[in-house]
């Protein structure tokens, strides 16, 4: 069975960096996608890209281009979201969830537990 | 690359059934039967209840069920429950060989 655990919360200055990790166990991780959602306080899901580890092709919501990149270790079974530039608007609750799209259909599952990013000065 | 459209919320009585829609375009909703389906309790990672517009994955309750016509999809829930009280999130892929993805903006579906 796939589990998702994200790495703790973090608190970020306007203007810089956040990474959060998303380690994966159960399964083959190669062979999954992974997808990077977020929601801000009270708001709705909001998809932001994904990554194909097997492939290393990763591809994001027009939205966040430029200023996202999602990443995979496969030795280690872990995705890495990171967001820069980072500004207010940007608190949010960060999940990664496992996309699968294959014969069997389409959807996100398992999720990551999420990871809250607080962006304050 | 815009939000699918919900109703904020939506409410029922214990034994009762409701619908929840979801509204998006001919790019989206109706251009690809990849609708899917979360629960989100508060606090909680949202929680796959159907995919592929109307498949159950196992251990979800045969009272929940889903159906599209053109570019409205939705989630039916019958005789609901105490627990069933949650947000409740669409999603459907999109854009050329369904390269994104888009999310409803959420029903509070409520109990009562």
């Known amino acids: 069975q796939v589990q998702l655990v994200q790495s703790g919360a973090e608190v970020k200055k306007p203007g810089s960096s956040v990474k959060v990790s998303c380690k994966a166990s159960g399964g083959t991780f190669s062979s999954y996608t992974i997808s990077w959602v977020r929601q801000a306080p009270g ?9 194909i580890p097997i492939l290393g092709i990763a591809n994001y919501a027009q939205k966040f281009q430029g200023r996202v990149t999602i990443t995979a ?14 500004r207010s ?10 996309e699968i799209y294959d014969s069997s259909g ?6 990551g537990q999420g990871t809250l990013v607080t962006v304050s000065s | 690359q815009s939000a699918l459209t ?24 109706g251009g690809y039967n990849y609708v899917s389906w979360y629960q989100q309790h508060p606090g909680k990672a949202p929680k796959l209840m159907i995919y592929d517009v ?4 196992s251990g979800v309750p045969d ?3 889903g159906s599209k016509s053109g570019n409205t999809a939705s ?8 627990e069933d009280e949650a947000d409740y999130y669409c999603c459907s892929y999109a854009g050329s060989y369904t390269s994104y993805v888009v999310f409803g903006g959420g029903t509070k579906l409520t109990v009562l």
């Open chain 1, 43 to 51: 708001q709705g899901l909001e998809w932001m890209g994904r990554i």
């Open chain 1, 73 to 86: 270790d496969k030795s280690t079974s872990t995705a890495y979201m990171e967001l820069s530039s980072l």
């Open chain 2, 54 to 57: 109307s498949k159950r994955p």
């Open chain 2, 75 to 82: 989630l039916t829930i019958s005789g609901l429950q105490a």
């Open chain 1, 106 to 111: 389409a959807r996100f599952d398992p999720w």
């Open chain 2, 6 to 29: 919900q109703p904020r919320s939506v409410s029922g009585s214990p034994g009762q059934s409701v619908t929840i829609s979801c509204t998006g375009t001919s790019s989206d909703v």
């Open chain 2, 63 to 65: 009272r929940f069920s």
């Open chain 1, 89 to 98: 608007e940007d608190t949010a609750v960060y999940y990664c969830a496992r």
